[in-house]
Structures are given as C-alpha cells and as structure tokens.
C-alpha cells in the first residue's frame, strides 16, 4: 500500500499500487475537501521518509549529511538529508518554503525553527554550524539555549531540541586528506 498527500489539506490516500504499472497515471480525489490531483507512478530520485518506511541513515550519509528526527508524541522518526549552504529547519506547513521541513505536529516548533550551514574549510573538509531563525521557544544544543546572534560549530552526534522536538546531526562520511 502506499500513501499519496492531497496538495490542499495534506490529507493522506492509501491505495494499492500493485494494481497499477509504471508510468501510469492516476487521477485521486480528496475526501477531505474535494481536490481533484493526480500522479504518475515511476521511482523517484529521493523519497521523503513515511511513517510505515524504515528511515535508514546511511542513504544520505554521502552527500552533506542529515538529521534524525526522533520520534515523539508528535511525529515519526525522520531521517532528513542536509544540502550545501543553509539548512532553514521548522515544522512543515502549506506555503513555507523551507529546506529541511519536519513532518510533525509540534505547536512549539515554528515554521522557520532553526539554521545548519554546511561549508567546507580551506582544507575541504565540511564545517557545520547552528544558529537560531530566531524562533518563539529558541533552539537548544545539548540542553543549553542559543542566543540570537550564536553561531554554534556542531559535530557528528550533536543533539539539537526545537520546540517539543528533538533531532540528531550525523555528518557526512568524509574522505582521508
């Protein structure tokens, strides 16, 4: 079974997709509010971790990194891949435009939570860095709060707590210099 979001309501559509092939496409309607949507079945490149996937943290490891989300009385245990340059992290909403959306329902966390930057140093290794949006509840590494204007070096397995929710930095796997 897989799960199809309406681009309205977000609402989610479960249907078997063995029934259908490749390429083919398919034309859903929202119980919810009625929108009309289609899609194409075909692989996609990346695939945004679902609730009944099994998040794995080495499929991103490659690149930039990620974040683990962890589960909570809010969500599902996320794995979330990092790019290049900033990293704007908050709760995912229809109509913010945000790198890093956290599938969740946490009040607590704003839409525009937090910042990672990842850049590499003259040495070509990858530097990471966290600073706050700035947020509502403010943005916790290691239980200490950051300032507005704190510019954090983090490093693989910091712990970083927005809102009600926590995640975890896992940097990527870098070559020997």
């Known amino acids: 079974m897989k799960r199809v979001r309406c681009p309205k309501c977000e609402n989610y559509l479960t249907f078997d997709e063995t029934k259908y092939t490749e390429g083919q496409s398919l034309v859903f309607t929202c119980e919810q509010c009625k929108k009309e949507f289609s ?4 692989k996609t490149k990346m695939q ?5 996937d099994k998040p794995d943290e080495e499929e991103f490891k490659e690149a930039f990194g ?4 962890i589960e909570n009385v809010f969500g599902f245990k996320q794995v979330l891949p990092l790019e290049e340059g ?8 229809v109509g913010t435009i945000i790198n890093v959306p956290v ?6 966390m704003d839409r525009r939570h937090c910042i990672i930057n990842v850049k590499r140093n003259k040495q070509g ?5 966290l600073r706050d949006a700035p947020s509502l509840t403010g943005t916790f590494l290691n239980n200490e709060i950051l300032n507005d204007k704190d510019r954090i070096r983090i490093e693989d397995g910091a712990i970083v707590t927005i809102g009600a929710t926590t995640f975890i ?3 990527a796997k870098q070559e020997e210099l």
Do not use: F, W
């Not at 945004?48 to 009944?52: A, D, M, R």
């Not at 990620?66 to 989300?69: G, R």
């Not at 290794?125 to 860095?129: E, I, K, S």
């Open 125 to 129: 290794a990858l530097v990471y860095t």
């Open 39 to 42: 899609i194409r079945l075909g």
């Open 66 to 69: 990620n974040i683990t989300v």
């Open 103 to 108: 599938e969740s329902s946490d009040m607590s």
């Open 48 to 52: 945004v971790p679902q609730k009944e």
């Open 169 to 171: 930095l896992h940097t």
């Open 86 to 93: 900033d990293n704007v992290i908050g709760r995912r909403c």
